[in-house]
């Protein structure tokens, strides 16, 4: 009686091998696309009335709750003078007034401002009336490309105030006398502001002319 010789275990083992390999492949490949033909969840949005005052004038927004005050300026309203530089609150180009504190927009969520009072550079002077700072800034030459320069001259608005104040600083000498504005407070309060073209003496030239008056 003829009997077939069994397969040497190597050749078994590589049947065997070879035939959950492509069993499995084949499932994967069926995962695979039954994975990227489904469609991902809509995302629900969540939106809020936001009731607030804007350079003078009230105003009212329908925001979805996750919107910056930066891109709430810039895409809802059309105000492009505020700047969107690192979108991180590094750089201090989206410095707007909030209550006449400065704040980095990039950072504020609109949703958190209603009531409130938000100032940008439109908000600063008027036509041919310049503000004493942007006055300032022009007659010191106190910028180069231009890009961070609103946001310099809102912390130059907000710096004055806070030092009429008395408001201290981290290099103020002493806390029990009035606050001096040397040019080392002038630097330590404007350092949330950098300027990539490096006007930095011109700079702390205009915010002293402004906290002085000769604007």
Not at 73 to 84: D, F, I, Q
Not at 170 to 194: F, K, Q, Y
Not at 198 to 214: F, H, M, T
């Amino acid at each position: 009686m003829d009997e077939t010789p069994p397969d040497p275990p190597s050749n078994a083992r590589r049947r065997f091998l070879i035939g959950t390999g492509a069993i499995t492949t084949s499932l994967a490949a069926v995962s695979h696309a039954e994975y990227f033909s489904q469609q991902p969840p809509a995302m629900q949005a969540y939106t809020t009335k936001v009731v607030f005052k804007l350079n003078g004038e009230p105003r009212e927004l329908e925001l979805d709750s996750r919107v910056t005050l930066l891109d709430a300026l810039r895409e809802k309203l059309g105000l492009m003078g505020t700047k969107k530089g690192c979108d991180r609150g590094q750089c201090g180009a989206c410095t707007v007034l909030v209550n006449g504190r400065r704040v980095n927009s990039c950072l504020t969520l609109a949703a958190t401002l209603d009531g409130d009072d938000v100032r940008t550079i439109e908000g600063l002077g008027k036509s041919g009336e310049p503000h004493p700072a942007q006055r300032a800034f022009v007659e010191r030459d106190a910028l180069q490309c231009g890009y961070c320069t609103p946001g310099q001259v809102m912390s130059c608005v907000a710096l004055v105030e806070e030092v009429r104040a008395g408001a201290p600083s981290a290099v103020t000498a002493d806390l029990r006398a009035p606050v001096s504005l040397t040019d080392d407070e002038i630097r330590e309060r404007m350092s949330g502001n950098i300027c990539r073209c490096g006007a930095y003496v011109n700079i702390v030239a205009a915010v002293r002319d402004v906290a002085e008056g000769k604007a």
